[in-house]
């Protein structure tokens, strides 16, 4: 019990007095790295031992299996044409250093461009870039991450200079803080993220994506099925708004072999100014998702995911890791 208190209040210390204080952009990097991940909200402790948490945390990085490889896909469900993303990520781990590395691709073509006087102007293109790097260091129950991210922005024709960013995140998960059983777990998770501008100066800024992040998971199990919940809360400075992530789990066990569904809630407001109500956050932020996985003795794992939005069009997820 006592390490659960002090591995808990450190993580709230770190919550406390880890905040940017500035405004940026690059929103992309809060498109979910999995069709897991996506499933259940987006809450940091989903991709728990995956490389593809590298974006969200880099601490749960840290894997049983020696090497793995991650791939997926982002497609759009409806009009909206011409939306590309995909990533692809590896994990190593070296004695209780795993290291990971990955590469996201985002892309918006074929958008119209007018002058003030509504004349067409022809159509120009997005794309974002990012690749990430980080490590996770385990000892005694707790995983120390560090991540950073070399990331470029970028329009085609309309005279626009490619910017490029780095970002860095800061996160430190708590596992097993419960009483050593075979049926119950709690996870607690914290994550800072953070931005850097390289141009036109070295700057700390923050962004859509720029939060501090402190994430729960509670897991219950017996030989066949087990549940679990994850909880996450947000803070954004930038925008001084708090939200809630909120997710379930349920699988079933055939020995080696693992089958299950999820479901997830997004960006569930607890707090804004006065400015913005809560049908506004609903409508334009909050997802719901579902999701299925089958996972073959963690060799191999495959993920789907679908996620409904109220206002942007609806997004399904394919994912694919490899372990050896």
Not at 178 to 183: E, H, M
Not at 296 to 320: D, G, T
Request: net charge positive.
């Amino acid at each position: 019990m006592a390490r659960i208190i002090i591995s808990v209040s450190s993580l709230l210390l770190l919550h406390a007095t880890l905040l940017a204080s500035e405004a940026g952009g690059l929103s992309f990097l809060n498109i979910p790295t999995s069709a897991l991940s996506a499933s259940l909200g987006s809450t940091t402790t989903a991709d728990l031992g995956r490389p593809s948490a590298l974006i969200q945390n880099p601490a749960n990085i840290w894997q049983f299996k020696r090497f793995a490889i991650s791939f997926s896909d982002r497609s759009l469900l409806g009009g909206i044409q011409g939306i590309k993303y995909h990533n692809v990520f590896f994990g190593f781990r070296v004695k209780q250093l795993a290291l990971g590395l990955g590469c996201l691709y985002y892309s918006v073509d074929n958008i119209e461009q007018y002058d003030d006087q509504a004349v067409y102007l022809g159509n120009f293109s997005f794309q974002n870039v990012a690749i990430p790097f980080g490590f996770s260091l385990k000892t005694s129950g707790l995983l120390w991450g560090v991540g950073f991210s070399y990331i470029t922005q970028n329009f085609s024709n309309i005279g626009y200079t490619k910017e490029t960013f780095f970002a860095g995140d800061i996160g430190v998960t708590a596992t097993d803080l419960l009483p050593k059983s075979n049926r119950y777990d709690l996870t607690v998770s914290y994550v800072n993220k953070m931005l850097f501008s390289k141009t036109p100066k070295v700057a700390l800024v923050n962004s859509a994506s720029s939060n501090s992040i402190l994430g729960f998971k509670g897991l219950l199990r017996n030989n066949i099925f087990s549940t679990a919940l994850f909880l996450d809360l947000l803070v954004n400075p930038s925008i001084n708004i708090r939200n809630m992530r909120l997710a379930g789990q349920l699988q079933a066990k055939f020995g080696e072999t693992k089958v299950g569904i999820n479901a997830g809630v997004n960006s569930l407001p607890l707090y804004q100014v006065a400015e913005v109500t809560y049908g506004d956050l609903s409508k334009y932020s909050m997802k719901k998702s579902f999701g299925l996985y089958f996972d073959l003795k963690q060799r191999v794992v495959i993920n789907f995911a679908y996620e409904w939005h109220p206002v942007l069009e609806n997004n399904q997820y394919i994912s694919m890791q490899l372990s050896f």
